[in-house]
């Protein structure tokens, strides 16, 4: 729509949009808002709407009038004395009813207006408002108060017991004298006998039975608890368990955690009859009280000061079920408040009682023989240390912490700033009121929604009510309309939507809020890493932290994902329904009627039918015509101000307030959380360092690459260089007779028809990856300008197989070449006398060129360039843009201005540099396997062995596949003699490196046919039938070259395999001692019904399913040595910092450590360091693979797997012995060779 007609359509505006209004009283945050009922607009006519102004005017000029005769007869301190008087009169009169009629009052007004001060007149009518306000806020919390109490009173708290004993025995205690208190029944209670299953077996499904298929209501049931415990719904919650437990099916899903938590919650707040029931209802199921039973009933005698005798009774019971008392205040849980109740109790019936002190944990130490070295205590080592001082530290502290508190951050947009004409500041204005509108409706709806999930709750029905009131009202509206802010033009999956929604919701409810706490521990924390600090003994961050007594974080309880998407799903409704807008501004002529801003429609993705949510063509153009220049991302979704906490647990670490998981894993799956639950803390020590080690590099902006990118995204983007163009330079969709209305013709043929089809999807596809790529490269380029002249971290965790990740998804080191080239070290280092060089070599090793030289010849060729290097940094856009030609171009233009920087300075020795410089592995997985199987072919092959120049896997394959397609095209095969001169490293190089990865040969074919279709010259008649012959002669090649390569992956594949047929999902423990499960599972369908659209989505980590054997056996290679390569990785991490440096200049003598960041198998570093860390990179390799890998796993494997007498039997768990005893032999390759191979990693 162009300017001028939005600027007619918008006209009738202000009288198309609804009454406008502030949105009210607000709920409070886990409140219910009112009764949840729709909030009444005014309905009076205009007329009626001016007679009331009217009247209030008047009653205000007669006010002023009596103001204005008491400040004529009364002294000032009189008059002082009776203002208060006066603004109460003020603020009551409408109250009571009793102003005159206007007629009388601004007749008596008119001579003693002129004499009235407006500044009064304002100050009284600000008072008046202000009263309103505060008694109208009163007079709501008073009757949500009011209405809350009454609902709790319809909640059913009495039990509906399945024994007819104790069914019949709370109906005599509940009936009962005074002789027969609530305690002492509880005394007599606990001696029941269980009637039925156990507290393990509730707790603990057996694994593939049909207990185990309930798991997921388990889970859902019991995150609904969790949330009433949380938002204080603790009686509706009480509910829901009465509800449950007085039906026989439902009382399965019932588990003895569930009773305690609902226990302890009554204990904290003292309700000893509550607590009662639940004991009946726990009795009745069947359970055995554990201590956390006895603790709950214990601090609640203790709240209520019961006498001795009982809680004596209670002691002995609990004795006598073979519970230590000691274990109360070791084993359970509690906050020193509840501790103090509990040890109350148990005082008044054992006066002697000492409880015991917190035990101190034995002195946990990796015994990891590849850890031993980080663990040794060495004085002489102290952990590096950031370039700022302690104040500066704490600076950044805060404002980390004032971001993590507000949930959010906002930041400017980099996208071209419009001109303010007439058109853009309607737009915003028309934004502005409809932003108030919608944010009216959604308090509206959302209440509704509130109250209609409690109605559902009321009945016994698991609902949303809890996960609604997690967040206030407030916060959930603010996320409501960021995401449609944010909805692109072309929608977005419900699903996916509904799962983010969900998602959010979670994240931000796990905000702890201990930052008092926190600030105390942390400034001690920063005394490790300031400059101008110094600790009483060096240590690791988590070792500092740790001394300084920081309890453990609560573990947070994942939510099924039926939970996240359904809430999800709850929300998105909410925003369709609320966001409405005048029909004026899609159609200028229309009546002023409401219309829905998010439609919800059917389409086709990939050959699936999805709905997908998209937003009315007006309301798209309204928010390009506004071109508002902001951006908001989760709190968690962007770098850190401040180093992030230090590793020390599974589920602690990284972010100040926000808990992060250590291991990454899909929402809902807890298979990887529990192994590493059980897993001894001192095993995963080595990893928990690895990641602290790797979030605490300090980076910055690289400007002067940002401001060369910016003025390309600005304009009309640069696909060649990286930078996205904007949408308007998409494809159109075709035009004439070949649009889409032509497929209507009668004249056009099937075929064409089919082929316009085809033409139109191809287009649409075009535009939505432009409109996908230029998103992401505005977030990213945003936050880079954001955090421009700022010092900023990357916090870590890692995947399933043990790989590292940046937290921030936007803004990292792990992107494109345009994403890399915009990051550089915050701390510099001087060059030394060896740095120049290595950004010469890391310069020609950016170009792409001399792969197969010398370290030597790319100096030389770099000197030889050296004319070109500088007039690429000092004219990049108008110069010979030789840096343009680079294979990764922004990164090579960045090392340029680098070089140039250092070859100017009066010393390039002393030259402080910040500019990483990389070492990649060469096809670092093919060297895992070469390593392995000690195999001396593949290892020449893959730069193992010193050697003079570099070796090329690629180039090598690329040679067999060719010797091959020579012997086929003499015998006459046309596909082989067609492919003449069309092989290529270019060709092969992608399939080779994911070969040992586990491509298939379906995947290796669509690879080669994508590089053959980018040849112009190859005939593509014979793409399909070419690319089929060069996936078959790779593997080939493959198989002749790596023979022992080869016979790894297939005892791998085949073990994995008898692995899955015996119902299990394979495991093992990697070197560093991270256990690592594939989580592979035959998909379980999860249908959430109602609303705009029923959803349906497969879910593959349900752990009640047998495994997915195909997924597991070609799974299991790839992964394996992922988790070989990441445990290089972090050996190679942990051992630099170690490292004192000497670069010759005397200022850094006496820093120890240096800077190593990775992107999987490339290292990062400074140019002066470069040297040591490729020392320690070989030095670790080879560590690494002295140890017997491949028998640790047998060995695990078989302990793991067939061990059990119970399937010793089975045929499966046979073979799967015999084959892991079958371990493939070693060849001769020395590793010690590593240690002096310069290409290795180069």
Not at 112 to 135: F, H, T
Not at 846 to 874: F, N, V
């Amino acid at each position: 729509m162009s300017a001028v007609r939005w600027g007619r359509g918008a006209a009738g505006f202000g009288r198309a949009l609804w009454p406008a209004g502030p949105p009210g009283l607000l709920a409070e945050e886990g409140a219910l808002g009112g009764v949840w009922g729709r909030k009444r607009s005014s309905t009076a006519s205009p007329c009626e709407q001016d007679r009331r102004k009217d009247w209030g005017h008047a009653e205000l000029l007669e006010v002023l009038k009596a103001r204005v005769r008491q400040l004529q007869a009364e002294g000032v301190a009189e008059v002082t004395v009776k203002r208060v008087a006066k603004r109460v009169a003020v603020a009551r009169a409408p109250e009571a009813g009793g102003a005159q009629p206007p007629r009388q009052a601004q007749a008596g007004a008119e001579g003693a207006a002129p004499m009235l001060s407006s500044r009064w007149a304002q100050k009284l009518d600000d008072d008046q408002r202000l009263m309103e306000r505060r008694k109208r806020r009163l007079e709501g919390k008073l009757q949500k108060h009011v209405e809350k109490v009454a609902w709790q009173k319809q909640l059913r708290l009495e039990p509906r017991l399945l024994s007819r004993k104790l069914a019949s025995q709370l109906q005599h205690w509940e009936q009962g004298t005074p002789r027969s208190p609530w305690e002492e029944q509880l005394a007599q209670l606990l001696q029941e006998a269980p009637q039925g299953r156990s507290g393990e077996a509730a707790a603990a499904p057996a694994d593939g039975g049909p207990e185990s298929r309930l798991e997921g209501q388990r889970q859902r049931l019991l995150s609904f608890f969790e949330c009433c415990l949380l938002t204080g719904h603790l009686p509706l919650a009480h509910h829901v368990l009465v509800t449950h437990h007085s039906k026989s099916q439902q009382q399965r899903l019932l588990t003895l955690s569930m009773y305690n938590m609902l226990m302890l919650g009554w204990a904290r707040q003292g309700s000893f009859k509550e607590l009662m029931y639940v004991f009946f209802m726990l009795k009745d199921a069947g359970l055995t009280p554990d201590l956390r039973s006895y603790a709950a009933a214990l601090q609640c005698m203790g709240r209520l000061d019961q006498d001795a005798g009982t809680i004596r009774r209670c002691l002995k019971q609990m004795a006598q079920d073979g519970l230590q008392l000691q274990g109360l205040f070791t084993a359970v849980p509690l906050s020193a408040e509840e501790r103090a109740e509990l040890l109350r109790a148990v005082l008044k019936a054992k006066p002697a009682f000492t409880p015991p002190r917190p035990p101190v944990p034995p002195p946990q130490v990796n015994t990891s023989p590849l850890l031993r070295e980080i663990y040794a205590k060495d004085p002489t080592v102290s952990y590096p240390r950031l370039h700022l001082s302690l104040k500066e530290l704490q600076g950044l502290f805060r404002q980390q912490l004032r971001v993590e508190m507000a949930t959010t951050v906002t930041v400017g947009s980099v996208e071209k700033v419009p001109l303010l004409t007439k058109e853009v500041l309607h737009a915003r204005k028309t934004l502005a009121g409809l932003r108030t509108q919608w944010r009216t409706a959604l308090y509206r709806e959302l209440q509704e929604t509130k109250e209609s999930e409690a109605h559902a709750a009321r009945e016994g029905r698991l609902s949303l009510f809890p996960y609604l009131c997690l967040l206030s009202e407030k916060e959930i509206v603010g996320m409501l309309l960021q995401t449609l802010q944010a909805l692109p033009a072309q929608g977005e999956s419900l699903l996916f939507l509904a799962h983010e929604l969900g998602l959010r919701v979670f994240k931000r409810k796990q905000l702890r809020n201990e930052v008092e706490e926190l600030e105390q521990r942390y400034s001690k924390y920063l005394h490790l890493l300031a400059s101008d600090t110094q600790v009483a003994e060096p240590c690791l961050p988590r070792q500092h932290w740790e001394a300084l007594g920081v309890p453990e974080a609560p573990h947070e309880q994942p939510w099924p994902m039926s939970v996240v998407v359904q809430l999800g799903k709850q929300l998105a409704e909410v925003l369709v329904r609320a966001a409405q807008m005048p029909s004026s501004l899609a159609a200028p002529r229309s009546p002023g009627t409401l219309i829905p801003v998010l439609y919800h429609v059917y389409s086709f993705r990939s050959f699936r039918q999805i709905g997908i949510l998209k937003p009315h063509p007006a309301f798209t153009q309204l928010l390009e015509t506004a071109a508002e220049r902001t951006l908001t991302f989760e709190s968690t979704d962007v770098p850190m101000l401040c180093p992030p906490l230090p590793w020390t647990s599974p589920h602690s670490g990284a972010f100040l307030l926000s808990p992060t998981k250590m291991m990454r894993s899909v929402e809902g799956s807890q298979q990887h959380q529990l192994l590493l639950e059980r897993c001894p803390p001192a095993e995963l020590h080595g990893a928990l360092d690895a990641l602290t080690q790797l979030g605490n590099c300090a980076w910055r902006v690289n400007g002067r690459v940002l401001d060369l990118v910016l003025e390309l995204f600005t304009d009309k983007g640069c696909p060649r260089l990286g930078v996205p163009a904007p949408p308007s330079e998409a494809p159109r969709p075709p035009e004439g007779r070949q649009a889409p209305k032509g497929c209507l013709l009668p004249e056009v043929s099937p075929a064409e028809k089919a082929e316009m089809r085809r033409e139109l999807a191809r287009r649409l596809k075009v535009a939505r990856e432009m409109q996908s790529l230029r998103a992401d490269a505005l977030y990213r380029l945003s936050l880079a300008q954001h955090l421009r002249h700022r010092v900023f971290w990357l916090p870590h965790n890692m995947d399933f197989r043990g790989r590292t990740y940046p937290c921030s998804p936007h803004f990292n080191h792990l992107g494109s070449d345009l994403a890399r080239a915009l990051l550089e070290f915050a701390q510099g280092r001087p060059l030394g006398p060896h740095g120049l060089n290595w950004l010469k070599i890391h310069l020609v090793n950016l170009t792409g060129l001399k792969k197969r030289e010398s370290l030597q010849a790319r100096r030389d060729y770099a000197d030889e360039l050296m004319e070109d290097i500088l007039d690429s940094a000092d004219q990049p856009m108008t110069g010979r843009k030789w840096w343009m030609e680079a294979d990764e171009p922004w990164q090579a233009l960045a090392c340029c201005m680098e070089v140039a920087q250092a070859v100017r300075a009066p010393d390039p020795t002393a030259y402080v540099s910040h500019f990483p410089v990389h070492q990649d592995g060469s096809c670092n997985g093919l060297q895992h396997y070469a390593a392995l199987g000690r195999d001396s072919v593949g290892a020449a092959s893959v730069n193992l062995l010193p050697l003079d120049l570099p070796q090329d896997v690629y180039s090598e394959v690329a040679a067999q596949v060719e010797v091959f397609r020579r012997q086929d095209a003499e015998q006459g095969v046309r596909v082989a003699q067609v492919l003449e001169g069309f092989i290529s490293r270019k060709v092969v190089k992608q399939t080779v490196m994911t070969v040992v990865y586990g491509v298939t040969r379906y995947g290796g074919r669509l690879q080669i046919e994508k590089r053959l279709r980018e040849i112009h010259d190859f005939p593509q008649d014979f793409v399909w039938e070419a690319s089929h012959y060069l996936v078959r002669q790779v593997f080939n090649s493959l198989q002749e070259m790596f023979s022992g390569t080869r016979s790894i992956q297939r005892w791998l594949t085949e073990s994995a395999r008898l692995i899955s047929h015996t119902g299990s999902a394979v495991e093992w423990v990697t070197p560093l001692g991270i256990p690592i499960i594939q989580p592979y599972h035959r998909d379980s369908k999860v249908m959430i019904k109602g609303g705009l659209q029923s959803l349906t989505f497969s879910s593959s980590v349900d752990t009640s399913q047998k495994p997915n054997t195909l997924k597991q056996k070609n799974g299991f290679p790839p992964n394996f040595i992922h988790s070989l390569d990441s445990s290089h990785m972090m050996l190679t991490a942990l051992h630099c910092y170690r490292r004192g440096l000497s670069t010759g200049a005397p200022h850094c003598c006496c820093r120890k450590g240096l800077t190593f960041v990775s992107v999987h198998d490339c290292f990062w570093t400074h140019a002066a360091d470069v040297a040591v860390m490729n020392q320690v990179c070989r030095e670790q390799f080879v560590r690494l693979h002295s140890q017997p890998i491949l028998h640790n796993l047998s060995r695990f494997l078989i302990k793991r797997f067939c061990s059990d007498p119970r399937t010793s039997k089975s045929i499966w768990v046979s073979r799967l012995m015999d084959t892991l005893l079958s371990v493939p032999k070693a060849g001769t390759f020395n590793l010690e060779q590593v240690k002096h191979s310069t290409y290795f990693f180069s």
